[in-house]
């Protein structure tokens, strides 16, 4: 960790920051430079107090050097982590797909989208039984009936099954039919459920909250893996930004970024990313392109009545045509689909 | 709702439009422009499969009329409301002033500080007991433990409590010695914690979440209301945006633009709304000549070593010294502090 | 247009509103719901004194219906137009590939790199001669010298030149040596400099403002279409957003929603768009699956001793290395790089 | 500037990374941790090359130390400097406070809204004559026309007058007739503007763009200040986030920051910073009682049928009500108005 101290800080002031880097075990290397003094502290910068050095006197910043995250770092760990769960890989040569409704709605719609999402290539049924809702007046999900649903499917089409879990308290119910736990954007530091996932045996799907940094990201994924789950995927799946064109917008520089920082594998969320179905499938063989290890998709055999996120989501023939144009540019990248 | 269909729409496509909008029970409406056909959809937009729409064939864009929202509005409820939690007040002539540490450290930490805002003006107590932290490896707080002293600095000093909840299954144990519940931005959309609140008979401050919309905190704030607890304050606590010179961005103009759409009164944190101490006076300040009805300020007795959140904590002096400015700004918008 | 009414607002209020309207050559259709009465306005909205509308007394909100800008829009022009200057084809099935210097720097740079470039299959050279620098302190750029050596970089490769411009006064001057103008981000906004390129016969590469909407994209595109040059290129390089990984956001899906609305070739800048080298394959490849009409690349033969962007600059074997990806993920996409 | 080497970087690369440092001019004191080397680069780093090192073998991160600014810093000058221009005075005790127009639009409404702001208590006049407007179809300005109206209202009412200049070649015209040049947000980065107005003995407004953080404005000053100007004042405008509430948002903290970083004073803009009328009185107190120097204020004596900007633009009556609101906020923290 690097203190700049202030133009003109004391010699009294210095002295206090020396001691105070000290108490923290860290070794402080005291650089006098003609503008600023700064003081490098060497060690393992990851103890409590660090960032509260800014509030000592005659202090300008603290900048840290190392990352915050352990178990999820690249440096832990040097080639990407293959998560597997069921049918689903992520994370080796073939790009994993996850594909499925918003919302489980009924047995034929999920069983319509199972099989058609199974015979264009996906390797995942994805579907919410349990509905995070901005809205309470909103549809909610239908809850346990939707998992059983998922589970049919699952014994149908033999994908694995991706689905949230919204509640710490659900996470036993969900892991019983659930191949995947997804943990939605809005939830990604809801500490509590972090901490129950990582006690699950369950593979986990952690998506980047709208306004998340990649550290924060990182931090969440180091409570399930420091909870003793090491299967984490990562899902980006969009920001808020000052654009409106569309409801988030997804920077896929967060693939090879997140590639070089951590071993986990990433996956792409081309619907949540975009908001609007017209653009899902450009995003989805630009993700491809960019490294990504996996996508998911919204998928609903009649998007204009679903129940959620209609605006959204892929009809059956139209993520069958994307799935064929994604398996080429999977091709060109040494991938495969 | 006003449906835009694309230039170049189809008769047929328009029909199929006007019959969505009448299923949905809204009266359509169509008006043929030059370059675009509109339809505008009269009736109680606040249906599911209003935003589904925009998946119907021929249609540009969907735009809501009506705000999401209900019993949060302004229309629903013509005054401010008043909320009061034992010594606190907030709503009314009276600007409510929140302060204490970040975290609930010890007895003797805790004494001191509400001894010392008590002495200064504050109208409440603030203190962590469960934090949420952003790395497992951060102090996690006293749990139940810095309840009691919470509840123990309430008898001393007569100051109500105001206190985080963080899951749903904390929310009794919180209510037995909080006067107020306060949801943390991370949490405004944990909805089985909205839920689990709005069972609650002790009042709520939601913390706007660091991306949240006007529309997404208001419909946050809906799920506690519809839940059957009419007490809930609306904090603004900074939003996450590109300047980096702040933790956090401030945008006071939440406080008119709220007092417009909502009854529910309005509190400005600018400790996590600027993330730095020496900004934080300016802001109170400001927050009060805005017209906000309350502020809840991090104070400690020794920022420096703070177990969290020193950088952007007050020292009692500080905090003294700021009341003082606060109470001539508050008399010069005809409030008092 | 519409304008939605406040809750509440007289009939004396919307008898003003519907006169208002009418007085801006549209037709008033009046809406009343339960909640709101509406006021949907027909006509060519795109006039002075529509957006003002919002003053008037009652008014909640003034939605506009039509896009503000016309020779730009996708209905003006069906088909994607193809700009041509030089060696350069963009908006046709080979994807554009400009590529060089951040700033040229000397004769011996920039052949190096021209030739480079060529040899990997470059369609023409990019570099800066009147350089646009955050400080008044850094290089400002080689001027009409960099001008003449980009002149004779052409006659050695036949690579069209694409330079920027920066001020008005210099349009005719940057003419004289370049094919293509460049707009900066920073300058997308400089309306005198917009009209400049307007009457020259120079081909436009218009960059998108970091902040800019598309919206203001597409209307800086209006002012150099509505001043009689029709060639133009829109160039997406990121914009901010909290995000501190990479220098700037990269929001790809701008490609397919720039192709819904407009007809002008869609260029991506994977150089400041992710601002560090190691990212910049990685999105080419990805703007090119996206559909992207050309790619703009900072190549320099020595980063670490360059005169600007070296951070974000690929080493010329770098850049063919990538290319060859480039064209693989092309024919991917039923293109040709 | 600090260094930091990757995990696992080689001898060689470290060596390297000294041997180009020292070429720089600056000292390298290199800091061995556990887990990564980090060389810290003393002396005045403000010199082309810094940033370029992240392109050197091994290399991680580069973090500056030093502002790139030197003229505009706090430490540059002590003292908040005063910058006069006619009858406005920004930087002492008293608050300035620029009102007028958007746009000059006639002798009769410029004359009434000066007479009015004036008997107000306004300090000075602004109003625009040179017009950048979004869209190529919207009102430009009567150009020098509109100066002459200006130049006689001073006349008339004594006021200084603050109006727009958007291209160098107009710095000399409008430096005749106004008081105060003011570079619009758009312009920020407009650098051959920002050299004019730097020869020129006219004090300058600079409006902070959109998108530009805190250094990028104080380099954008550093401009001027270096072409020999020193009478610069530096307003907040509102920037660019996800909010859509507000038109911008404003971020009042920005006047405590800024006042801590430079001597230049600092002008708050409630109209733009917020978009709609109503909230800009609330924005203008809170400014004050944040401790700006000056506001910045658009008022129109009829906003219903203003040429530009009438949705964010207070009436003559409603400026004055604000006005008397004001002065008691500034009599609250000892400035006046």
Chains 1, 2, 3, 4 share one sequence.
Request: hydrophobic fraction near 40%; charged fraction near 20%; glycine fraction near 8%.
């Amino acid at each position: 960790m690097i203190v700049v101290m202030r133009s003109g800080a004391t010699d009294q002031e210095i002295d206090h920051m020396i001691q105070q880097v000290e108490e923290l075990g860290l070794k402080a290397n005291v650089l006098r430079g003609t503008e600023r003094t700064v003081i490098a502290a060497i060690g393992d910068e990851r103890v409590n107090g660090v960032q509260t050095l800014e509030s000592s006197p005659g202090v300008e910043s603290v900048m840290p050097v190392l990352a915050p995250y352990k178990l999820a770092s690249r440096e832990a760990h040097d080639a990407t982590s293959v998560v597997t769960a069921g049918s689903l890989s992520v994370g080796g040569k073939q790009v994993g797909v996850m594909a499925g409704p918003c919302s489980v709605e009924s047995e034929e719609q999920l069983m319509t989208v199972a099989k058609a999402v199974k015979a264009a290539g996906a390797t995942a049924l994805r579907g919410g039984a349990f509905k995070p809702r901005t809205s309470p007046y909103s549809f909610q999900g239908m809850k346990e009936d939707g998992l059983k649903l998922l589970a049919a499917a699952r014994d149908e089409t033999g994908l694995a099954v991706v689905t949230e879990v919204i509640a710490p308290d659900d996470v036993d119910l969900v892991g019983e039919y659930a191949d995947v736990l997804q943990i939605g954007a809005r939830n990604m530091q809801n500490y509590r459920l972090l901490e129950a996932c990582g006690r699950s045996h369950r593979a986990v799907l952690l998506k980047r909250g709208p306004s998340a940094t990649i550290d924060e990201m990182l931090l969440a994924a180091e409570y399930i893996l420091d909870g003793g789950n090491p299967n984490v995927m990562l899902c980006e799946r969009g920001i808020r930004t000052f654009e409106a064109h569309t409801r988030f917008t997804l920077p896929l520089a967060t693939v090879p970024y997140l590639q070089q920082k951590t071993h986990l594998p990433v996956i792409i969320d081309p619907s949540h990313g975009t908001g609007h179905t017209s653009l899902v499938p450009a995003m989805a063989k630009a993700a491809i392109a960019a490294g990504a290890d996996g996508i998911i998709v919204e998928v609903h055999p009649d998007p204009e009545h679903a129940m959620s996120d209609g605006y959204q989501s892929l009809r059956c023939e139209q993520f069958e045509e994307m799935m064929q144009q994604c398996r080429r540019v999977a091709e060109a990248v040494d991938r495969t689909v």
